[in-house]
């Protein structure tokens, strides 16, 4: 678990908002191993269409990370570690419309596109040369939110 903290500002027609984890050092590491920080920031634009309906479009820039594990290689032998971050940079954009039906709860409905920038991908097609190659990967992510108070 990694704990994050976000923030932001937002008015009727333009938000911005910021994200970061909370934990820049880790014991255990695969690479970046004197800083350990994922975050981003994302702008946010929406045109308010009556007093229930938005429609929004969104821009990101983000350095993420995902689980990996860490291994160590010698001659003789292969050595497994525990798990450890690896990070990679993402630039993406999104849409989004939000709205209120029967006036009770606010439903989000968001489609959202990334390019991974820095993504390492190890690559054993060619076994027993093992290298590591650099290669973009395209994310895509469609989210449903319910809001309440």
């Known amino acids: 678990m990694t704990p994050y903290v976000q923030a932001g500002l937002v008015t009727d027609y333009f938000g911005v908002m910021g994200w970061s984890n909370l934990w820049l050092w880790k014991l255990e590491k695969v690479e970046h191993k004197y800083f350990q920080w994922g975050g981003g ?6 045109l308010p269409i009556g007093d229930n309906f938005r429609i ?11 689980e990996a594990m860490a291994i160590e290689e010698s001659p003789s032998m292969l050595h497994v570690g525990p798990s450890a971050p690896i990070f990679y940079d ?5 849409m989004y ?11 989000s409905l968001e489609f959202r596109y990334g390019r991974d920038l820095t993504y390492k991908r190890r690559d054993y097609s060619s076994y027993p040369e093992r290298h590591e190659t650099i290669s ?14």
């Not at 920031?41 to 929406?46: D, H, N, V």
């Open 90 to 94: 993402e630039i993406g954009c999104g």
């Open 56 to 66: 929004g479009l969104t821009q990101h820039l983000s350095r993420n990370g995902r």
């Open 41 to 46: 920031i994302s702008l946010i634009e929406q």
């Open 136 to 149: 973009d990967v395209d994310r895509y992510s469609a989210t449903i939110s319910f809001f309440a108070w």
């Open 97 to 107: 419309i939000s709205f209120i039906p029967y006036y009770v709860t606010r439903v």
